[in-house]
């Protein structure tokens, strides 16, 4: 249950392994949904699907930047052609987390 409050808010820290794994695991259940569902590319349908699926990402992608130290409107970066994307890859990817606590809490490796 903790887990599941965990993924659906957008406060506190998540490390780079465990970004990666419930990314994947998000998109595994996206892309089952999608095939059980059978729905068309178009219509309502898709925004029962889409929504929720945007909201999951959203928070992963916050709390990775809560990670690294920055606010999650720093997702906002992602409107700046080529550099923002970039660097939004960069951060959310690329770069370990900082190794003390911060304002949105404990390092995910040590907790």
């Not at 990314?23 to 309502?44: H, I, K, N, R, S």
């Amino acid at each position: 249950m903790k887990v599941l409050k965990q993924i659906l808010l957008l406060r506190g820290r998540l490390s780079r392994r465990q970004f990666w794994l419930q990314m994947l695991l998000l998109w595994a259940l996206f892309y089952g949904v999608w095939e059980v569902a059978a729905l068309p590319p178009q219509g309502t349908g898709l925004w029962l699907i889409n929504g929720p699926m945007l909201w999951l990402l959203l928070t992963l992608c916050v709390r990775r930047l809560h990670d690294r130290n920055y606010a999650g409107w720093w997702l906002l970066a992602v409107v700046v052609p080529v550099f923002g994307a970039g660097w939004l890859v960069w951060q959310l990817v690329m770069r370990r987390g900082l190794d003390q606590a911060n304002r949105w809490g404990e390092d995910p490796m040590y907790v």
